[in-house]
């Protein structure tokens, strides 16, 4: 009971923006409203809008890894595009019953974790870091895109999933539960919409709490000086590691979802166009704050889909845009820059009551 | 008894020998100052006992032990502990963030609070422990790193230069509080350019020249030492 | 086949595979190696430098001459995106990786709105020779020749022009080199433009070898990124090194099990390398002479 009194405590600190009784009813103000909003809309707007929040936990692994431990990694998409590709062959070979798609999305987020493990064991044991980390990452990306995208002939199968080259993988059955008068499929609409809500929430939270632990305050001290947290006594390429692992395993989710949400992947999931995204959403938002990320992935991911009316083209150069002059003019991310704002803003009016 | 033994140790970089066949020991409980002109290596003897170079051969050996192909945290774990040259706070988190991170390895829940809330008090950064560390003036940098480092209890506390950019009455409450540090039983080992210093809290002084062991003594030896002032003068004039 | 003729299709694989490994990579070493930033817009720059030789070929340029204007162009525009972005950002070189990035995309997409998903590309020069029983083109070679012309060049550069020696010394010493009145911004905008220029020099040497497509120059960045990571900052002890090795690597890997397996072989390399050296090669080579 005090251990689990401690863990909640942990939901506020040092590393996250937003503390209190006022964040916290915006905060359930905002989750009350998107429970109830399937109720105002029909299934296919909530499935698109489930759409948005598959990529939530993509950003927020790149926020993890980025923001909080000063890691530039370019693999996210990778660990995306292995998890989806994964949870496509084995659900083609064994099929959606007795609840075996949960299975699979857990065997394939494992996978991806498992990538990035001994990937991570030769970066960071290697001690490369800054800018090499950033490019060892991106080649193993674009290495992975190119070789999914030759996988076209009849010879590249794994069992029943033929890999299908730049074409992508399709057909794979959606996430199935097991339900006692009959399984109940979580085709892109509502159901689908509370699952991914849910794991949202538990791992926006979950995360709140790693980043506030003492893990979190060895992550963020290895960002600041690794030199230092190396000669208090840590093992600072080990909590590289884990973190980096833990990372993977968030944008592995994200490929699963993705995959069971419109049942196919391709190869271009994993090239230079969708790396660069998870990359501008967290940018945009603030990448030393979760909630920053988790809010400017939501918007910013909106603003992309309205203007890809006129063509996607034009949406990307608007996002490159967007990247290039948040760099050059709020570096720590538009939507952290705002609640900082609105924190200065609660606190003078407090101290003005007082 | 001796805490740290250096044994024939060598480290060169190419031709160049920075430290050659350093032989030194240090015993517990004293204070031991390192002086040298600049490039003697004495910060390279520092980074060979943290395990940041590893040395072309010798051995190091901590409290007996033989660590010489130790990694730094492990060598930190068994009770070293160092203060670098240039303040090494993590400068974009807060005053008691800092100490947290220091002190959470070994401390946890209730204990850790007050552990943190006692270094504030002994550092004299209570009114500031919100504030984040990269604002704190330079002094007050170099009392929190020093706070840090000897947070962890260590058996050995390394100092590279502790009161550089410090006013003489900054130099001298830290020569203080090396000296009440020492006084709890923690050995000291300091690279310091400022004789005031080295006069304050050394017990024993190592002049270290061209990477090599030069002059040992009293304080009082060493400035007597002849040699010791003409390695100096040869210096200025090399500079002039 | 003979010992000879095996051999020869050894060396041309090689002489192939370290003439793109150069090509692709020297333009980002140069800016690495100097400035300490990664340009991600890279791929781009060959592109652009792929675009405007095809361009002027079909305006009625010779190839050489196309050739070169497309390096031009790509020089030019990389002093331009020197000057309003990455200037900006020499305090926070993770930052100009990822604003680079956001350049990347809007050249690649921009492409794609004016231009259209494909260009009319250029034929390949000089036609094939024999040797045994299979043919090979003449223009590799000249590829292949141009490569060591560029590392020669960028030799001379650095070494025996005022701007090679001030560029080296504003690397080493910035505030010195400052003290010593050579204008530092100056000499990072044209280093900045060489790197790009040498990108639109890949672009163009290679126009005739492949289709013209907007995404072109990601086909060049990862060869151009293993050999960065292999090679360290330094071009010469480097980019050249890292290049050689690699090559060997890929043509080994390439005949025994094809282009694709070439490719993985230069990732594993990389991964495995970065354990043993993490400062790359010219890191290893530098520390046994410093």
């Given amino acids: 009971m005090n251990g689990l009194i401690s863990l909640f405590r942990r939901l506020e600190g040092p590393q996250t923006k937003g503390r209190g009784l006022l964040f916290w009813s915006v905060f359930m103000v905002a989750l009350i409203g998107a429970i109830a909003y399937p109720m105002f809309s029909d299934g296919y707007t909530v499935g698109n809008t489930a759409y948005f929040f598959v990529w939530v936990f993509i950003a927020l692994s790149l926020c993890l890894i980025w923001g909080y431990g000063g890691a530039l990694s370019f693999g996210q998409t990778a660990f995306f595009g292995i998890a989806g590709y994964s949870y496509g062959i084995l659900t083609l070979n064994f099929g959606a019953a007795y609840g075996f798609t949960l299975v699979a999305v857990l065997a394939a987020v494992a996978i991806a974790a498992v990538v990035a493990l001994l990937l991570g064991y030769f970066m960071f044991f290697g001690r490369i870091e800054g800018v090499f980390l950033g490019i060892v990452t991106l080649a193993v990306t674009l290495m992975l895109e190119r070789f999914m995208a030759q996988t076209a002939g009849p010879d590249w199968r794994i069992g029943a999933a033929r890999l299908n080259g730049f074409n992508g993988m399709s057909g794979m059955p959606p996430i199935t539960i097991p339900w006692f008068d009959g399984p109940i499929v979580l085709f892109a609409d509502v159901g689908l919409y509370y699952l991914i809500l849910a794991l949202v929430v538990v791992v926006y939270l979950g995360l709140r709490i790693l980043v506030n632990s003492s893990f979190g305050n060895v992550i963020v001290a290895i960002r600041e000086n690794p030199e230092r947290a190396e000669m208090l006594g840590y093992d600072i390429r080990k909590y590289q590691l884990i973190n980096f692992v833990i990372g993977a395993g968030l944008a592995g989710l994200s490929g699963v979802l993705y995959t069971a949400w419109g049942q196919y992947i391709t190869p271009s999931s994993m090239g230079m166009t969708s790396a660069a995204l998870p990359l501008i959403w967290v940018a945009v938002g603030g990448r030393s704050d979760l909630t920053s990320t988790l809010v400017g992935t939501l918007v910013v991911l909106a603003g992309f889909q309205a203007l890809t009316i006129y063509g996607s083209q034009y949406a990307l150069v608007v996002m490159g845009l967007l990247l290039v002059l948040t760099v050059l003019i709020a570096p720590n991310g538009l939507v952290l820059g705002a609640m900082n704002v609105i924190g200065r803003l609660v606190a003078r009016a407090k101290g003005g009551r007082n | 008894m001796a805490l740290l033994q250096l044994r024939g140790l060598n480290k060169h970089f190419g031709g160049l020998h920075v430290t050659n066949q350093v032989n030194l020991s240090f015993e517990t409980g004293e204070i031991h100052c390192l002086i040298g002109p600049n490039g003697a290596g004495k910060s390279t003897l520092f980074r060979l006992i943290l395990g940041e170079y590893a040395p072309g051969s010798g051995e190091i050996f901590f409290a007996g032990e033989d660590i010489t192909t130790l990694k730094s945290f492990a060598r930190i774990a068994r009770g070293l502990s160092v203060k670098f040259q240039v303040p090494g706070v993590f400068k974009g988190l807060s005053v008691r963030q800092n100490l947290e991170i220091a002190l959470q390895r070994t401390r946890h829940g209730a204990e850790l609070d007050r552990e943190i809330d006692r270094l504030l008090a002994f550092l004299g950064l209570e009114a500031e422990q919100k504030q984040t560390a990269g604002n704190l003036s330079h002094g007050q940098k170099q009392w929190l790193e020093i706070g840090m480092a000897t947070s962890l209890r260590p058996r050995m506390l390394l100092l590279d230069e502790p009161t550089a950019g410090m006013s003489p009455e900054e130099t001298f409450q830290t020569g203080e509080m090396v000296k009440r540090l020492n006084a709890e039983g923690m050995t000291v080992l300091a690279i310091e350019h400022d004789m005031a210093f080295v006069r304050q809290v050394a017990q024993r002084v190592t002049v270290l020249h061209l990477g090599q062991v030069f002059a040992q003594g009293s304080i009082d030896d060493i400035v007597a030492d002849e040699r010791v002032a003409a390695i100096y003068l040869g210096q200025a004039h090399h500079h002039a | ?290």
């Avoid at chain 3, 926070?92 to 494909?118: E, F, H, M, N």
């Avoid at chain 3, 072989?265 to 495995?272: D, M």
């Fill in chain 3, 1 to 290: 086949m003979d010992i000879a003729t095996f051999a020869f299709a050894a060396l041309y694989q090689f002489a192939d595979a370290f003439a793109f490994l150069v090509l692709s990579a020297c333009g980002l070493a140069v800016i690495f190696g100097m400035m300490g930033v990664i340009n991600l817009a890279h791929g781009e720059f060959i592109m652009c430098g792929a675009y405007v030789t095809a361009t002027a070929v079909h305006a009625g340029l010779p190839l050489p001459l196309a050739i070169l204007a497309g390096a031009l162009v790509s020089a030019v525009v990389g002093m331009l995106v020197e000057f309003v972005v990455v200037r900006h950002l020499y305090e926070r070189p993770l930052d100009t990786i990822v604003a680079t990035w956001g350049l990347s995309l809007i050249a690649t997409q921009g492409t794609l709105i004016v231009i259209g998903s494909t260009m009319a590309g250029v034929g390949t020069p000089f036609g094939s020779f024999q040797v045994g029983a299979y043919s090979y083109s003449i223009y590799r070679i000249v590829l292949f020749l141009a490569a060591l012309g560029v590392l020669g060049s960028l030799y001379a550069l650095f070494n025996w022009t005022s701007f090679g020696v001030k560029a080296r010394a504003t690397i080493q010493v910035p505030h010195m080199a400052d003290a010593l009145g050579v204008d530092t911004r100056w000499i990072y905008s044209l280093t900045f433009a060489c790197g790009a220029g040498l990108a639109g020099l890949a672009g163009g040497l290679y126009a005739p070898t492949m289709t013209l497509v907007p995404t072109m120059g990601a086909t060049f960045l990862m060869e151009a990124f293993v050999t960065v990571v292999i090679g360290g900052a330094d071009v010469f002890l480097g980019t050249a090194p890292a290049a050689a090795v690699l090559a060997v690597v890929k043509s080994v890997m390439t005949s025994w099990q094809g282009q694709l397996f070439g490719q993985i072989g230069l990732l594993v390399a990389v991964i495995i390398v970065v354990r043993v050296l993490p400062k790359g090669i010219s890191g290893f080579l530098l520390r046994e002479r410093t």
